[in-house]
């Protein structure tokens, strides 16, 4: 038997999409994997109910099936799904590295990102590999074509779960096909000014290029309180406040020594909209953990 720990993960970081991801240092999902001739799956823990037991539906079922390594697999999650916290991709990343280390296949993590993706579109329709990026390695990830680049910054995060599902499958359906020069130029400046600012583990140049004119708009309505929300941590000492991933989670990068009056504000605002809201105080963490 094999267990395996994958954290929680909120991608695109407003200004990019399908391209940027970080892994939180909590919530995670617990994965553990033994040996059978067919694939079987049980889910158990946060919002287990409304995960997919059909190895076809689900995404560690997708994962074995790109490894050849059929196998009973439990899933406890600690992530719920339809979060924006790569609940999906969790589960992805912790099966592919259990199932690799159960059948001794030897890949290295870079290798798994791909595979892992194969999950992702078992859930959304698209192999995005922007959640499991993070969730296999740790840190801040950059995805592209050409592989996966990474750097573990030191961040004071805070994400916050109001009590409404956002399917990333749906999320995906409004983002625009297309985008002006203007558009892209700005959100090519913001992307860059982000990247810098994790690689100095600078909470103010990361805050700045979070801001995105083209997908996290497109979202908003998807999101009831997202603008009020957003003010209040930015006035409570966040440097920046976008949409995690494809919603409805909220993630703020904080100043040091904000994140408790960050996560309250934020909490207080989608309370004044009707909504209730959980805030986890976090920062990046690391990737997927192999237990004995
Ligand atoms: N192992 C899994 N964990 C979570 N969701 C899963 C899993 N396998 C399939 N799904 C499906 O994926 C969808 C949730 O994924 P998604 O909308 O991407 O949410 P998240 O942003 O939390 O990853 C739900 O429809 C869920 O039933
Ligand atoms: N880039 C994807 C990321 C989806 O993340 P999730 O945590 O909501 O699954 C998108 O924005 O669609």
């Excluded at 904000?258 to 909209?273: K, P």
Aim: aromatic share 2%; hydrophobic share 45%.
């Amino acid at each position: 038997m094999v267990t395996v720990r994958a954290p929680a993960t909120s991608a695109n970081l407003g200004s990019g999409f399908d391209t940027f991801g970080l892994a939180l240092d909590r919530p995670a999902d617990v994965v553990r994997v033994s040996k059978a001739e067919r694939t079987t799956i049980e889910v158990t823990g946060a919002g287990a109910r409304y995960i997919p037991e059909d190895p076809k539906r689900n995404t560690v079922g997708a994962v074995a099936e790109a490894l050849d390594a059929p196998a009973h697999i439990h899933i406890d999650k600690g992530v719920r799904p339809a979060s924006g916290l790569g609940s999906s991709a969790a589960s992805a990343a912790a099966a592919a590295v259990a199932l690799d280390e159960l059948y001794d296949r030897g890949h290295t993590r870079e290798e798994l990102v791909p595979i892992a993706a194969e999950g992702e579109a078992a859930a959304s329709g698209d192999a995005h590999a922007d959640n499991v990026a993070p969730a296999l390695l740790g840190g801040f990830t950059v995805v592209t074509d050409d592989g996966v680049t990474r750097v573990s910054p030191d961040l004071s995060l805070v994400a916050c779960l109001p009590d409404i599902v956002v399917s990333t499958r749906d999320a995906r359906k409004v983002v625009p096909e297309s985008a002006s020069m203007a558009d892209l130029v700005e959100t090519v400046g913001n992307a860059s000014t982000l990247a810098v600012g994790m690689c100095r583990d600078d909470p103010t140049l990361v805050g700045r290029g979070m801001d995105d004119p083209l997908v996290t708009p497109a979202r908003a309505d998807l999101i009831t309180g997202s603008g009020t929300v957003r003010e209040a941590a930015l006035d409570a000492g966040a440097t920046g406040v976008t949409v995690s991933g494809a919603g409805p989670t909220m993630l703020a990068v904080c100043r040091p020594g904000t994140r408790r009056s960050v996560a309250a504000a934020m909490v207080d605002a989608f309370d004044e909209v009707g909504v209730d809201a959980t805030a986890f105080q976090t920062g990046v963490g690391d990737g997927a953990t192999l237990y004995d």
